[in-house]
């Protein structure tokens, strides 16, 4: 069984609501035992023999005083019980909004059909950047996640790490988080977004901090020069064909917005989020006929010439 | 006047022609009761289809049976279908069927109204499914948010359909829901008082008075997404100002008490049922009425709870979660009231029983996962995961289609004069229970291991296959049970067991008449001095109304908390126009989806039908007179 599920808390927010979770299960446990036992004694006790229907009639006096007296414990109990998980209900809440903030890593996510747009902010601009489907975030670091949406509603949900919040279009939301653990952890649209909402995923990886200050880094940096024949032929169809109208590479006079940005494509995981694994066979199709891997997507089919087809996945391989 | 003669003259006056206008213009309560009872069984069953294809798309990890466009059409019609076509619908047949019965009168107060609101609700679901055949069917969700809904991302004439007939389909709920307030009010039998009104009358004026004040909410909310769509306003467009989430508080400000409407009235069966099963008056009357009106209450109150994942201020959230976790105190007051009935009765378990107590089982399942989801941090993990579609169907199955199938054992023999089988009964229910757990359990499970909604397939290293698998089988199972349910039904009409006045003993007027009842319900009203009347008839003063007459549609309007008698009533008789409106009004909005001029030229019809409806009659002015002068 994967691990990618809201009971498995990677970080103190998913723990928290573990903790809610767990103790609200049990008493709801206890609730549901005791009214069936409840329920079965009443039938077993009150039985008469198949096919019997007595004549009707109301009970003795001191029956009914009895069972109001139950009936009225009972009531004042589950009143009780209530009160007490609102209470932890509440306080659970006050808990989630008191994350320490301190020196927090900011990151804006922008949800599109049917992908994701993740923008590393930095008050030096010179230091922000672009990748897609694909957080990764420092492990034992807060970070806060302004989430906006372009097009229709969508949800950011990471079941390890937190509960969901709603992208809704002309609306800004934000999302504090932390994870304790390194790992991959595996994050869901969960607001029905239209034809591929089924196919709308995104990896968090958490990396200590050293390893995320040198990814940091490398991301900073533009795509390399490509280097052998293939490889720039392949440059060359990228920037003069269609590719570049939606896509951006940092370093190349690419800057579309439309789509994700592919300066380090070649070091993600999946194509489509999260749609298919990222190999160059995978890739081939992809590019040939995204809408045969994902009906509806945004991306146009692209019938381009064998070797032209695989000169530009070659060059978009060496975008690590 | 003799007995018989009365009868046949009653017969005369109430009975409508063997003909098929006589059967299309017909006003009698019971038979339009009937006609929605029928008709949302089948919806039921379009239904349970597009759920069963849904299990099975989802059987097995990357099936490819439905493509993400059909399948988002079919879990669209599927909410769609069950909610507005199936459930309110549903509940508001056997009211129209059993209230008029039940409180001991001729006829629902405005006839011509609900005969009309049949035809609307026909009309409404046909074009919707005949829509979806046409590849039009709703994508958006029975939901249908914008902007997914909206003029940008809704395509084609999808979401104008789910508008336009969603809107049209709710004006039969609110027509019937004023028939229904107003005869509960107004036309029980002398004697009636509110305090010896029975349970079920109770849950029906309340879910009643809840639609009246619910349903315009979504209409209006469809009409302004239309207006979006058609007219290029901007109320849901966040560039120009319009506001998203708008939609959703005033979807969910309607679509929250609906879930209390439809389960309103199953309280009100099984309210029915226990005192009789259990042999002995209800314990704790008051309290259960007390429970009703206050979950009708509270349940307008819990609308932000589906939308925790939004960013509405958190102190408004906390609100929202008292709210949620207080509606369960009115519901836990009616459950321990019938396990005390129970308790000091003596049970005798037939088929509607069993039903109850499998209404127990799921219902108390559903209720607590409701508390889970009332609560914030606990909601904003399983919203809108498969924990949620458990959820909601512990909740509508349990607590609304096994109490559903419960007052169908329960009240058939009434309907139709013949037992329904008892061995059948109980392999139905049994093989719907295991079924039902079965297919809905392990969404439980899924939600929490991370499995969205609404998604219309996964991959295989997702983990989720086996579950889906076994949730598949049990909707086999559920649909052995259902197809068992449909051959008890076939083979009680080809050779059921004759039915009595009262076969199961109960104490409420319904079964004071024949089975089944005859067009004017009872020879002479009967006058109540009890809960049960049949089990504690008046001991002392009249027992019947006399004085009304027989030879023209009279009844007797009562006042409104003793039901002393107030005023003889003229009940209308039978007329085209009331179909022709209902036909007018929805060529006028159909077309209205299609042309702007449709709009203007299409309230020609229903604009001569509403005139001709409404005009005078000479010939039963003349007889009202008369009656008055000389009753």
């Known amino acids: ?320 | 006047m003799s007995s018989d003669h009365a009868r046949a003259e009653l017969e005369r006056t109430w009975r409508d022609p063997a003909t098929l206008k006589g059967w299309i213009c017909t006003l009698d309560h019971k038979a339009i009761g009937r006609r929605f009872i029928v008709t949302a069984l089948l919806f039921f069953a379009a239904g349970g289809v597009l759920g069963g294809l849904m299990r099975h798309q989802l059987s097995e990890p990357g099936k490819t049976m439905l493509g993400p466009d059909l399948y988002n059409q079919v879990f669209s019609m599927h909410g769609t279908t069950m909610m507005f076509l199936f459930a309110v619908p549903v509940m508001q047949g056997i009211g129209l069927y059993f209230v008029p019965l039940m409180i001991g009168t001729r006829n629902t107060a405005f006839a011509r109204m609900t005969a009309c609101s049949y035809w609307v609700y026909l009309i409404g679901g046909l074009t919707l499914f005949t829509g979806f055949a046409l590849n039009t069917g709703a994508d958006a969700g029975w939901f249908a948010y914008v902007p997914l809904s909206g003029p940008e991302h809704g395509f084609g004439k999808r979401a104008d359909f789910w508008n336009v007939l969603v809107n049209f389909t709710e004006a039969m709920g609110l027509m019937v829901a004023v028939d229904l307030t107003t005869t509960a009010l107004k036309m029980r039998t002398p004697g009636m008082s509110l305090q010896r009104m029975p349970l079920f009358v109770w849950a029906t004026l309340v879910s009643s008075i809840m639609i009246i004040f619910a349903m315009p909410t979504v209409m209006l909310g469809a009409n302004l997404v239309q207006f979006d769509r058609m007219a290029g306003t901007h109320f849901f467009n966040a560039a120009e100002g319009g506001d998203v989430l708008l939609w959703q508080h005033v979807f969910w400000y309607f679509g929250h008490p609906e879930v209390y409407f439809i389960f309103i009235p199953a309280l009100g069966f099984i309210s029915a049922i226990i005192p009789t099963f259990a042999r002995r008056p209800m314990f704790g009357h008051t309290a259960i009425v007390l429970s009703l009106i206050a979950t009708g209450f509270l349940s307008f109150g819990l609308w932000v709870h589906h939308m925790y994942a939004t960013n509405v201020p958190e102190l408004g959230k906390s609100f929202f979660t008292a709210m949620s976790f207080m509606i369960a105190i009115p519901s836990a007051v009616q459950l321990f009231c019938w396990i005390a009935t129970l308790w000091t009765g003596r049970v005798a378990m037939k088929s509607p029983l069993l039903f109850i107590v499998g209404f127990f089982v799921t219902l108390v399942i559903g209720g607590l996962t409701g508390i889970m989801l009332g609560s914030v941090p606990l909601d904003l993990q399983v919203h809108d995961t498969q924990f949620v579609v458990a959820h909601l169907h512990y909740v509508l199955i349990g607590g609304a289609l096994f109490p559903l199938f419960g007052a169908v054992y329960y009240w058939f023999p009434k309907v139709y004069g013949r037992m329904l089988n008892e061995r059948l009964g109980r392999w139905h229910f049994w093989l719907l229970f295991i079924g039902f757990n079965l297919t809905f359990f392990p969404l439980h499970v899924l939600g929490l291991d991370g499995m969205p909604r609404r998604i219309y397939t996964y991959s295989a290293d997702s983990g989720w296959g086996p579950l889906n698998f076994l949730s598949w089988i049990g909707a086999m199972i559920d649909d052995l049970g259902l197809a068992l349910f449909i051959l008890n039904v076939l083979r009680t009409f080809w050779k059921g067991e004759r039915a009595s006045d009262n076969p199961w003993g109960a104490g409420t007027l319904e079964w004071a008449t024949s089975s089944p009842p005859p067009p004017y319900n009872f020879e002479r009203l009967p006058v109540v001095a009890s809960l049960e009347p049949l089990w504690s008839p008046p001991a002392e003063g009249p027992r019947e109304v006399v004085g009304l007459a027989t030879n023209s549609r009279e009844g007797l309007v009562t006042t409104v908390l003793d039901a002393l008698p107030d005023v003889r009533y003229s009940y209308p008789s039978p007329s085209i126009w009331p179909v022709v409106a209902a036909f007018g009004v929805g060529l006028w909005l159909i077309w209205s989806i299609f042309s702007n001029k449709g709009m203007l030229i299409g309230l020609i019809l229903p604009s001569i039908a509403f005139i001709a409806w409404y005009w005078p009659s000479q010939k039963e002015a003349a007889e009202e007179l008369a009656l008055e002068k000389r009753p």
């Open chain 1, 1 to 320: 069984m994967p691990m990618n599920d809201a009971l498995h808390a990677a970080g103190p927010q998913a723990a928290w609501i573990g903790q809610l979770w767990w103790f609200t299960l049990w008493l709801c446990v206890a609730v549901f035992v005791a009214l069936m036992a409840a329920l079965a004694w009443a039938l077993w006790r009150a039985r008469r023999p198949a096919g019997a229907m007595p004549q009707p009639a109301p009970p003795s006096a001191g029956a009914e005083r009895l069972a109001r007296r139950w009936v009225s414990a009972a009531v004042l109990l589950s009143s009780l019980l209530l009160m007490g998980l609102l209470a932890a209900s509440v306080l659970t809440d006050q808990r989630l909004a008191t994350l320490s903030l301190d020196g927090a890593l900011q990151i804006r996510v922008t949800a599109h059909q049917w992908w994701w747009e993740v923008e590393y902010e930095d008050p030096r601009p010179d230091r922000v950047f672009r990748t897609a489907n694909e957080i990764v975030i420092p492990v034992g670091r807060s970070v806060v996640i302004t989430l906006l949406a372009d097009d229709v509603i969508h949800s950011f949900w990471v079941p390890n790490l937190h509960g969901k919040k709603d992208m809704i279009p002309g609306r800004t939301a934000t999302i504090q988080l932390r994870a304790d653990r390194a790992g991959t952890y595996v994050g869901r649209c969960a607001e029905y977004c239209g034809l591929q909402h089924a196919f709308m995923a995104y990896d968090v990886v958490a990396l200590p901090a050293d390893r995320f200050a040198a990814w940091q880094e490398h991301q900073l940096t533009p795509a390399p020069e490509p280097a052998g024949a293939a490889a720039r032929r392949g440059h060359e169809l990228f920037l003069t064909g269609s590719c570049m109208l939606c896509h951006a590479v940092q370093g190349t006079s690419a800057n579309g917005r439309r789509a994700p940005d592919l300066t380090h494509f070649a070091s993600r995981a999946s194509i489509g989020a999260g749609q298919i694994a990222n190999t160059s066979q995978a890739l081939a199709q992809w590019i040939e006929d995204p809408q045969k891997l994902k009906p509806g997507v945004n991306m146009p089919a692209h019938l381009l010439p064998r070797e032209d087809l695989a000169a530009l996945v070659e060059y978009l391989e060496t975008l690590r």
